[in-house]
């Protein structure tokens, strides 16, 4: 398949929706928010190649935790004047903050889940006490 073939392939609703695992209702989303701009057939969209890599991106920016907005600046970058320089710069400062944020979420868990061993553990230990009829001394 040449080049000129690859661009001219369309896509129906349906046919994304399957071959991403998403719903139809996502794909009108994305056109609301201006992420996709299908052709339109009367009532039907017809989804071109440059949309259907668009969508591969939005999905994989959703993977990553960005907004549908994050997602468009990204669009409207790689679409302006200022092209895929600025596009692959704003990518590189998102995904540090988000490396950061999780990151940080990771010590939050790390930390709850440490709380709660030590809670379990009091509440295993006052358990035992209580069925074994023995007094408990107070922690507090």
Request: glycine share 6%; proline share 1%; aromatic share 4%.
């Amino acid at each position: 398949m040449n080049q000129a073939e690859t661009s001219d392939k369309t896509y129906t609703i349906g046919e994304l929706a399957e071959e991403f695992g998403i719903t139809s209702r996502a794909l009108r989303l994305y056109e609301e928010e201006r992420l996709l701009d299908p052709q339109r057939e009367g009532t039907r969209r017809i989804y071109s190649e440059r949309n259907r890599v668009r969508l591969r991106l939005i999905l994989r920016g959703k993977r990553l935790g960005w907004s549908l907005s994050e997602i468009r600046e990204s669009f409207d970058l790689y679409d302006s004047s200022l092209g895929e320089e600025a596009q692959l710069l704003l990518m590189l400062e998102k995904l540090t903050q988000r490396r950061d944020s999780l990151k940080e979420q990771k010590k939050d868990i790390t930390n709850a889940l440490r709380d709660l061993e030590r809670i379990a553990v009091d509440a295993e230990q006052a358990l035992q006490e209580l069925q074994s009829g023995q007094p408990r001394l107070s922690h507090g």
